[in-house]
Nanobody, 126 residues
Framework: QVQVAESGGGLVQAGGSLRLSCTAS????????MAWFLQAPGKEREFVAT????????TNADSVEGRFTISRDNANNTVYLQTNSLKPEDTAVYYC???????????????????WGQGTQVTVSS
């Protein structure tokens, strides 16, 4: 059974930082892309960042470029999202997702990912 679980969310002041973590289990990890998405209240889910299986290539949404960094630790089946210089508009539930296919170069499209975590709430106060 595949399981994906996020942690690390919380309440932070504008300008602060949080490190989100995500662990995946139940199938191969080191040959699958991973990604983070967010969903703000009343809005559709949107792409944040993705990382290929080796960790050597990442892609960020324009809105987080230069502030958020995605990374992974294949030895521990974990992917991270370091969020810096947080803004109130970053407030959302953040979801981690695992790619459906192995060795896939991700494009950040939600349909590429078939297992999702329950989400972790990030709230940024002004």
């Amino acid at each position: 059974q595949v399981q994906v679980a996020e942690s690390g969310g919380g309440l932070v002041q504008a300008g602060g930082s949080l490190r989100l973590s995500c662990t995946a289990s139940g199938r191969s990890f080191s040959n699958r892309a991973m990604a983070w998405f967010l969903q703000a209240p009343g809005k559709e889910r949107e792409f944040v960042a993705t990382i290929i299986w080796s960790g050597r290539s990442t892609t960020n949404a324009d809105s987080v470029e230069g502030r958020f960094t995605i990374s992974r630790d294949n030895a521990n089946n974990t992917v991270y999202l370091q969020t810096n210089s947080l803004k109130p508009e970053d407030t959302a539930v953040y979801y981690c997702a695992q790619a459906r296919a192995i060795w896939q170069i991700p494009r950040g499209v939600s349909q590429e990912y078939d297992y999702w975590g329950q989400g972790t709430q990030v709230t940024v106060s002004s």
